[in-house]
């Protein structure tokens, strides 16, 4: 057995070629990873991303990919986005096995590692305000200014930091720094802060801590302790990561982690910031984080994406190193292949016209043989029965159609889906001269949908059975913004007012409103649709996934 070639199915990147290098001159003996959520909201396919990469790196080489919640700051933290992540995590298809830890776990040891940089003079406590600090760190083109309290010797150093950990001053009144050097050109090295003062409450270690590490001092000395080897971060980090390399250098650390970066997702119609969809939940633009148009993982789940959708379409765009923004039609275009493959065919109608098929005998009902997938024979068949009055679309009928009108208008003949062909006879107005019934003839010689005389129509219809299909609530999601670049200072402005429109006049297969099943499927000629948890018994929701219209494909096609 060789273990080489597994890497080279999934398709290489740069990551894994200097994965795949380390390997080869033996750095290591196993690759370790990690993904590094701070629970301060829920995951969406932008973490979808990282987690593929990071978890399916540490499948595909000998190696492991650890969870870490990186909960250094109490107040945005919750219970609830740790406990969301961990499903999200799962649900996406990857096991972090043992390997669940928490920045919190090494709140100990950051602190005596930070008590070890004010002994060996590198670090020290700063009683400036954050607006004079901020002040204080110049720009690109002017170098910062060394701040009052920057020579305390290290005795005081020590004292003021033990007394800010004791809980002795309120929050901002001071904070610790390393002592690096205020001109560095790369402005994370100026004397960037490592501890603040928060009295918070935290959901791991209750009231313990005081003082924070910032995400600059915890990252990579959490890296270190739990042995990681590759941590991959978003291109933001490029520049910290001197500061990453210059704790491991000073600190006492177990092992050596190297830090690298790819590009961060981002998609057209989108917004991938945890801010705005925090603010979009709060204030209320949409029914909460997995309300089916959130880019959210739990989003995406309830609308009915397949995992498998979402691990295509990350392995579809790759990891490179410069950032982009990718066609959100190339995710419709991997969740509808997936969907296509997978759901089984049923029949639903979205707005409903009744028919009635008048030389169809009054009370006779008969059971005609619907496939459940065309590409499928083992998915089998099911029944449905045809009668006397039924169901089809509104917008298949047109009294007075244009010249390419195939469906339904007077006179004309169609087939409807495994049944018979029909021709409309009559059309019934309600007072303000809208058409509310159709009457109609069937050619019984036609069951099944053939003619034996080899006559053709234009159009096959999709219908439902009055008697016995059953009324649901259809929801329609369209982007959620209608802005193919969001403003992300004023999302608000870019909503897309009609990103929800509800269906309440449905009917679907009784089939279908029988079970409880949360695959998804497809109603043929309408899309892919997945129960949705607010059914109540007499009344099943479905949420479209998707439409089946590939608009992008074309436009590939077109070049
Ligand atoms: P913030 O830090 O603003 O709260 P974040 O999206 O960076 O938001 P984290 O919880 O820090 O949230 O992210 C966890 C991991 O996911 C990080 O390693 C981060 O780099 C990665 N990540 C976040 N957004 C994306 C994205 N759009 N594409 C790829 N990876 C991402
Ligand atoms: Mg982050």
């Known amino acids: 057995m060789t273990t080489e070639p597994v890497a080279a199915a999934v398709g290489r990147d740069f ?17 370790v990873t990690r993904f590094p959520p701070e629970p301060n909201g829920y995951l969406h396919i932008g973490h979808a991303k990282s987690i593929a990469l990071n978890f399916g790196i540490a499948q595909e080489f000998p190696g492991r990919c650890h969870l870490r919640f990186d909960d250094t700051n109490p107040v945005k933290e919750e219970q609830e986005y740790i406990d969301s992540i961990q499903a999200d995590v799962h649900w996406l298809g990857y096991d972090w096995g043992k390997n669940l830890f928490y920045a919190s776990d090494y709140f100990d040891r950051l602190y005596e590692w930070a008590e070890k940089l004010i002994r060996d003079g590198l670090a020290y406590v700063d009683d400036q305000t954050q607006e ?37 001053f309120p929050n901002g009144a001071r904070v610790l720094r390393a002592k690096i050097d205020m001109a560095a050109g790369n402005i994370n090295l100026r004397d960037p802060v490592l501890y603040r003062i928060l009295h918070a409450h935290h959901p791991r270690t209750g009231d313990k801590w005081c003082i924070y590490p910032s995400y600059d001092y915890a990252h990579g000395q959490s890296d270190a302790i739990e042995g990681i080897t590759h941590s991959i971060c978003t291109l933001e980090f490029e520049d910290h990561r001197p500061l990453y390399d210059w704790f491991i250098e000073k600190l006492p650390v177990p092992s050596k982690p190297h830090q690298y970066e790819f590009a961060r997702l981002n998609l057209t119609y989108t917004v991938l910031s945890k ?35 979402l691990r295509e379409f990350v392995k ?18 991997c969740i509808r292949e997936e969907l296509n493959r997978t759901s089984q065919r049923r029949m639903a109608v979205l707005k409903p016209l009744k028919v009635v098929i008048e030389n169809y005998p009054e009370g006779q009902v008969e059971e005609l043989e619907a496939i459940n997938h065309p590409d499928d024979p083992s ?41 018979y062909f029909v021709k409309c006879t009559g059309v019934i107005k309600n007072d303000k001269g809208e ?33 016995t299909s059953v009324p649901a609530e259809i929801r329609i999601y369209n982007q959620l913004f209608a802005n193919p670049n969001p403003d992300a200072s004023n999302f608000a402005a870019d909503l897309n007012p009609a990103s929800l429109e509800i269906l309440s006049d ?38 479209r996934t998707i439409g089946l219209r590939d608009t992008f494909a074309k436009e590939v096609a077109k070049g």
């Not at 003021?160 to 002795?168: P, T």
């Not at 029965?385 to 010249?403: A, C, T, V």
């Not at 899309?527 to 059914?535: E, K, L, P, T």
């Open 435 to 467: 058409v509310v019934e159709l009457r109609c003839t069937y050619d019984p010689a036609t069951r099944g949908g053939n003619a034996p005389d080899g006559r053709k129509v234009k159009a096959t219809m999709h219908w439902l059975p009055a008697a």
């Open 275 to 309: 801010r705005v969809l925090t603010q979009l939940v709060r204030d209320g633009h949409v029914a909460g984080w997995d309300d089916p148009r959130m880019p959210t993982v739990a989003g995406m789940r309830r609308r009915g994406v397949p995992p498998a959708a």
């Open 132 to 168: 004079e600090i901020r002040l204080a760190r110049g720009s690109l083109t002017e170098p910062g200014k060394n701040s009052p309290f920057r020579d305390r010797s290290v005795e005081e150093n020590l004292d003021l930091f033990r007394r800010m950990k004791a809980g002795e």
């Open 379 to 419: 998915a089998g068949t099911r029944k449905i029965s045809f009668g006397r009055e039924l169901y089809i679309e509104q917008d298949d009928f047109m009294e007075n159609p244009p010249k390419k009108f195939f469906r339904l208008s007077p006179g004309n003949e169609v087939r409807l889906r495994y049944a």
């Open 316 to 333: 579809r765009i790759g990891v490179a190193k410069a950032n982009s923004v990718v066609d959100v039609g190339m995710l419709e275009f």
């Open 506 to 543: 449905a009917r679907v297969e009784a089939s279908v409103a029988e079970s409880n099943a949360m695959e998804p499927m497809q109603f043929e000629r309408q899309g892919y649709f997945v129960r949705d948890r607010d059914s109540t018994p007499g009344r099943p929701v479905f949420s």
């Open 15 to 31: 990551i894994r070629d200097i994965i795949q290098a380390d390997l080869d001159q033996d750095r290591y003996k196993e690759i």
